[in-house]
């Protein structure tokens, strides 16, 4: 069930942050503000820039495509390119937030949730009176499709399992990671690992003008057995590290903070929230 726990209260911005930047997949300037919110109003979209300033809530409901990254569309509104601001706001027990977007995604950064982590940390957070709702795993709860496979099993805290396999990269091989997380730890060890490709999976995409935004400065590239960027990897295994990273984002679309042992095995946006909207289902949340 979602109980509420009397040791922990709601939260959200102690002031506004602005954070502006391209978007990924448009190249186009994009902006975002994040407004502090009353306590019960969880994380909420609007697109300031279009007719009718439409809001989009950061709920399972509301996702639209899972290409490359989790997009969210509710009527007219929608934005793209949601899940590493959701992970800094998950990471670091962030709960209710009102965004302005002006633009079609979120600015990617350098590709990870560092640089929202630093502008969250500037302004604080703040507590509100409201007890937090904690979504706690009882009995275990699956969901796989072909070589992907997710878990969530009973666990006093959130811990996050997951195994990378690009048999097919000599440089990543396999990766695998786990570890129970800490506000701390996600900000020391989760949050500037950058999104990554394989060159030849990317290369045809700037071809066809499907990345306009993408480049060196906000995505770690994989040819053969080196990293492109220069200064390289931010850790060995940065690459299963950004995969926890978007999980964590993903799974933050039930609108509740888990408590359980998250197993992931290759998952990616798409089975992140199918596996999300399979916990939403046993908790009688809409998804």
């Known amino acids: 069930m979602t109980e509420f726990s009397s ?59 899972t290409p490359r990254c989790t997009c969210l569309l509710r009527g007219t509104g929608s934005v793209q390119m949601v899940e590493h601001l959701l992970s800094a706001f998950r990471g670091l027990g962030v709960d209710n937030v009102r965004i302005d977007v002006r633009g079609p995604e979120i600015p990617i950064g350098d590709g990870s949730a560092q640089e929202l982590v630093h502008l969250i940390e500037q302004v604080g957070i703040q507590n509100l009176d409201q007890p937090k709702k904690i979504l706690r795993i009882t009995q275990p709860i699956y969901w796989s499709q072909g070589e992907t496979h997710l878990v969530a099993l009973p666990f006093p805290g959130f811990r996050i399992s997951y195994t990378l396999h690009y048999p097919h990269s000599p440089l990543i091989q396999t990766q695998y990671f786990s570890q129970t997380l800490s506000e701390q730890f996600y900000k020391t060890e989760i949050a500037q690992c950058r999104t990554f490709s394989l060159y030849e999976e990317i290369a045809p995409m700037l071809d066809r003008g499907l990345l306009k935004g993408g480049g060196l400065e906000n995505a ?11 200064g390289g990897a931010r850790f060995p295994d940065e690459m299963v590290r950004h995969k926890v990273l978007d999980l964590i984002g993903d799974l933050a679309l039930l609108g509740v903070p888990i408590e359980g042992h998250i197993i992931s095995v290759r998952s990616g946006h798409a089975g992140n929230v199918a596996f999300a909207k399979e916990i939403g289902k046993a908790f009688d949340i809409t998804v």
């Open 7 to 65: 040791a922990l209260m709601q939260t959200t911005l102690r002031q506004p942050i602005e954070f502006a930047g391209i978007g990924l997949f448009t190249g186009q300037p994009c902006a975002i503000q994040m407004i502090p919110a009353a306590a019960n109003t969880g994380i909420v979209f609007q697109r300031s820039d279009l007719p009718g300033s439409p809001e989009i809530p950061a709920q399972l409901q509301y996702v639209s495509g």
């Open 220 to 230: 770690l590239v994989i040819q053969g057995n080196r990293v492109l960027n220069p």
